[in-house]
């Protein structure tokens, strides 16, 4: 199954299931996460029923996230290309540490975009980049999970931010390319992850929990950044983002992201005096 969230004229964010090329949406206004919480038979019992509903055109409606406001977002570094090649550009080396243990943030729910929404350019920032990741989508609640019992706990997964695709779906080796303007950037596979999502998840939930909704993601696939790109081949032939460049994003069986670059809102000081312009910032 292929879940999205599209948004109408009027309004009302709805889940729906994808057949073919249209969207069939789950009867009543309700919400992806809803579905969630169990072993899957609800995301299972409202395809069924939403597929006995008219298709709607994707080209008539907005694409939104999947899951528009996840109670968390936890977005780990489990590539170790990227983690290699990236904090070489900064004139670092990989802490020892994360070949023991899987690393993570927890990044900004609300700030999510659907997958052909205009992306601003952060405040102040002067190099302005893009991550290609997968994310999985956690189905139901646990707590201190082993890495087997955590797999069992995703219902789906996701290229920020499009279709959600449930786990019987999902190619191990799929391909993840992204293009900046039409011109190739970067590609990789979902299956150089040094850490798996079974692992990731297991860590995530040490000592707390995953509940539904909750976003886990990869991290950048190795070359999966202007980073890294410029790093390796330099700054000329790769060039930090600008308003203007669109950016595409695709994964095997988990659809494209095709979002264009636009200007984003000037720097506001804090105490009266210009703050310091980022210098690197990714979206």
């Given at each position: 199954m292929r879940w999205s969230t599209y948004v109408g004229d009027d309004g009302v964010a709805r889940a729906a299931v994808w057949n073919g090329d249209r969207l069939h949406p789950v009867p009543g206004p309700v919400a992806l996460v809803d579905l969630l919480g169990d072993d899957g038979t609800r995301l299972r019992e409202a395809a069924e029923r939403a597929l006995h509903e008219p298709g709607v055109d994707p080209q008539q409606v907005r694409l939104a996230p999947?899951?528009?406001?996840?109670?968390?977002?936890?977005?780990?570094?489990?590539?170790?290309?990227?983690?290699?090649?990236?904090?070489?550009?900064?004139?670092?080396?990989?802490?020892?540490?994360?070949?023991?243990?899987?690393?993570?943030?927890?990044?900004?729910?609300?700030?999510?975009?659907?997958?052909?929404?205009?992306?601003?350019?952060?405040?102040?920032?002067?190099?302005?980049?893009?991550?290609?990741?997968?994310?999985?989508?956690?189905?139901?609640?646990?707590?201190?999970?082993?890495?087997?019992?955590a797999v069992d706990h995703i219902a789906g997964y996701m290229l920020f931010c499009?279709?959600?695709?449930?786990?019987?779906?999902?190619?191990?080796?799929?391909?993840?390319?992204?293009?900046?303007?039409?011109?190739?950037?970067?590609?990789?596979?979902?299956?150089?992850?040094?850490?798996?999502?079974?692992?990731?998840?297991?860590?995530?939930?040490?000592?707390?929990?995953?509940?539904?909704?909750?976003?886990?993601?990869?991290?950048?696939?190795?070359?999966?950044?202007?980073?890294?790109?410029?790093?390796?081949?330099?700054?000329?032939?790769?060039?930090?983002?600008?308003?203007?460049d669109r950016v595409q994003l695709q994964a095997d069986g988990l659809g494209a992201i095709d979002a264009p670059v636009v200007e984003g809102a000037p720097v506001r000081p804090l105490r009266g005096a210009t703050d310091p312009t980022t210098t690197h910032a990714h979206r």
């Amino acid at each position: 199954m292929r879940w999205s969230t599209y948004v109408g004229d009027d309004g009302v964010a709805r889940a729906a299931v994808w057949n073919g090329d249209r969207l069939h949406p789950v009867p009543g206004p309700v919400a992806l996460v809803d579905l969630l919480g169990d072993d899957g038979t609800r995301l299972r019992e409202a395809a069924e029923r939403a597929l006995h509903e008219p298709g709607v055109d994707p080209q008539q409606v907005r694409l939104a996230p999947p899951v528009p406001r996840p109670p968390s977002i936890r977005d780990f570094m489990s590539f170790e290309e990227h983690v290699v090649t990236a904090l070489s550009a900064i004139g670092q080396t990989v802490n020892p540490l994360w070949y023991s243990q899987p690393v993570f943030y927890f990044t900004n729910p609300a700030s999510l975009h659907g997958p052909h929404d205009p992306v601003a350019v952060s405040p102040g920032s002067r190099a302005f980049d893009y991550e290609l990741e997968v994310a999985a989508v956690i189905g139901r609640e646990g707590a201190d999970l082993t890495s087997t019992e955590a797999v069992d706990h995703i219902a789906g997964y996701m290229l920020f931010c499009d279709w959600m695709l449930t786990p019987d779906e999902l190619h191990p080796a799929a391909a993840m390319s992204a293009a900046v303007n039409g011109r190739p950037y970067s590609a990789g596979r979902l299956d150089t992850l040094y850490w798996s999502f079974g692992e990731m998840i297991a860590y995530a939930s040490r000592g707390t929990r995953v509940i539904p909704g909750d976003l886990i993601g990869s991290g950048t696939v190795g070359t999966g950044c202007i980073l890294e790109l410029s790093r390796v081949h330099g700054a000329d032939a790769f060039p930090w983002l600008v308003p203007g460049d669109r950016v595409q994003l695709q994964a095997d069986g988990l659809g494209a992201i095709d979002a264009p670059v636009v200007e984003g809102a000037p720097v506001r000081p804090l105490r009266g005096a210009t703050d310091p312009t980022t210098t690197h910032a990714h979206r």
